[in-house]
């Protein structure tokens, strides 16, 4: 399925119960610029606010997914705008804490050119439905330049040897690779990544909502804890979770009225 954003830099189109947002900027390769990125993350929020969002699928227009950071947007930035340039990189740093954090599941559905910022982007995403034309990589180091905020989750998903590989020699990697290290779930033909995005994240969006953000939340939360705050932290939210069931199923006062 060919899509293009609806408008702006950043396309917003409910598919049934899923949020489809798509980075429209193919001329740049969907490279994200501080307009960009502002978009999306209040996109992000919207729908993660939204009660009628069961899940949420992160695209591109055009033949790229995300070139990563838009480096010509402050080419001739004067002194005393330098402020800008550090905007915009906490704005997309923060994009790492804002995926995961969200209460609804987000899946990346890419094709092409998903580097640096771009990558990051995929990976900072819950899952990954990749194009077979996907490539991986993050080619900072090859710009003089550090790929500072990407290093920690990269790390965290492919293991240590692996990211360092890729952050040290700047090289690309195919959809069949990232697959082997655990960076996205399915690789499928090209066209076929937005539909199949769209499927799964159907799919998520129709189980019970308190379990599925519950079971979000504590996969996260787990994630870096240590064996035994990491069963207290299940043992917590099954707690809750079984608790807000409770409530949910015991009928109101209202209800027990005659």
Do not use: W
């Not at 947002?21 to 993350?41: Q, Y």
């Not at 330098?82 to 990189?89: A, G, T």
């Not at 080619?139 to 998903?157: H, M």
């Not at 069931?245 to 009928?251: F, H, K």
Request: hydrophobic share 45%.
């Amino acid at each position: 399925m060919d899509r293009t954003g609806a408008g702006g830099v950043l396309g917003v189109e409910s598919v049934g119960a899923v949020r489809l947002l798509t980075l429209n900027r193919p001329d740049k390769l969907n490279a994200m610029d501080t307009a960009l990125v502002e978009a999306l993350v209040a996109a992000l929020r919207a729908a993660d606010a939204d009660t009628s969002v069961g899940a949420i699928v992160v695209t591109g227009s055009g033949r790229a997914f995300c070139a990563g950071a838009d480096m010509s947007e402050f080419r001739d930035l004067p002194p005393e705008e330098r402020h800008r340039v550090e905007h915009r990189s906490q704005l997309t740093a923060s994009l790492q804490l804002l995926l995961p954090g969200l209460a609804r599941p987000v899946i990346a559905a890419t094709r092409g050119h998903v580097l640096g910022g771009g990558c990051a982007l995929a990976l900072a995403c819950d899952l990954v439905v990749a194009a077979e034309s996907s490539r991986f990589g993050y080619p900072e180091v090859r710009r003089g330049i550090l790929a500072a905020s990407v290093t920690p989750n990269l790390a965290r998903q492919v293991g240590t040897k692996a990211a360092f590989e890729l952050l040290a020699t700047g090289r690309s990697i195919e959809p069949a690779r990232a697959l082997e290290l655990g960076m996205v779930n399915r690789v499928v033909p090209d066209g076929t990544e937005v539909d199949v995005a769209l499927s799964l994240a159907a799919e998520l969006a129709a189980l019970p909502a308190p379990a599925l953000h519950a079971t979000k939340r504590l996969f996260y939360r787990s994630l870096d804890a240590d064996f035994e705050h990491a069963f207290a932290l299940a043992q917590e939210a099954h707690a809750s979770l079984r608790k807000a069931d409770r409530a949910a199923s015991e009928p109101s006062i209202a209800e027990e009225r005659p």
